[in-house]
């Protein structure tokens, strides 16, 4: 029974996506404390800007005004660009939103982090469409967040998700979602550059080969250094720690 309501629960996405496909809206315009399909509904009114994207071959969002610094991010080639889904925040708070409870289900952070901080700490993300669907998968669509079901309802109009045998998996369109907002410290292209090079880890075996000798190289003491400036990351593998230390040391050099 518990697998069936899932699967419906799912299913109610799906026609909020097609409503709005076919009417340009998701129906007619309910309180948020009602139905699930009711707060589908709301919620599909209130988020989907547009459905189809300026170049389907580079799938990509802007939550929710673009700028300079954007549009010079969006239309940057680089070597893998073509296998991820990237998307450009305003702030901060709306990413967080986004993936905070992502970030505790794949150990990118512990439960002692809180929204309120991952809201003020956060700038980027990448996770592997795999991930993410083992994520939507693993709990039950009524517990989702607001933020969280603006995500799924995006991934499934744009493509990057589908529905099989009442579980979500890959469309075979990209391999990874990114995710970039701007900052004080640093600066988005920073960032993107730093959530690129996750995806560069993950697409490039010669090159995570090379660092990971490099790393086996390092002393103890500077590899306790490493340690030290990651706090707030989840390390409990150490592929998890020589990727951070791989991608920290190339942000600022490697894209220039």
Not at 138 to 144: A, E
Not at 160 to 179: R, T
Not at 229 to 236: A, E, N, P, Q
Request: with cysteine; glycine share 4%.
């Amino acid at each position: 029974m518990k697998y069936v309501l899932k699967f419906a629960s799912f299913f109610l996405v799906l026609i909020a996506c097609s409503l709005y496909t076919f009417t340009g809206r998701a129906g007619i315009a309910v309180d948020a404390n009602g139905s699930l399909q009711d707060k589908f509904s709301v919620l599909w009114d209130k988020y989907a800007d547009r459905l189809d994207q300026d170049d389907p071959k580079y799938p990509h969002r802007i939550f929710y005004d673009s700028n300079d610094e954007i549009d010079a991010l969006v239309n940057s080639a680089w070597k893998y660009k073509n296998r991820t889904y990237e998307l450009y925040y305003n702030d901060t708070v709306k990413l967080a939103r986004h993936i905070y409870n992502i970030a505790i289900f794949t150990n990118d952070i512990t439960k002692e982090v809180s929204l309120e901080r991952f809201e003020k700490g956060i700038q980027g993300f990448h996770y592997s469409i795999d991930q993410i669907c083992s994520w939507i998968n693993s709990k039950s669509i009524d517990i989702f967040t607001y933020d969280e079901l603006q995500l799924v309802l995006y991934l499934i109009a744009d493509g990057i998700i589908v529905l099989k045998d009442g579980k979500f998996i890959s469309a075979g369109k990209v391999n990874h979602i990114l995710g970039v907002a701007p900052g004080k410290k640093r600066s988005m292209k920073t960032v993107s550059s730093h959530e690129r090079l996750h995806v560069i880890w993950d697409e490039d075996a010669d090159l995570k080969n090379e660092y990971t000798q490099k790393w086996r190289a390092l002393s103890q003491a500077d590899k306790d250094k490493v340690v030290s400036s990651l706090k707030g990351y989840s390390l409990s593998k150490e592929e998890q720690l020589i990727e951070e230390w791989f991608v920290r040391e190339l942000e600022n050099s490697y894209f220039n």
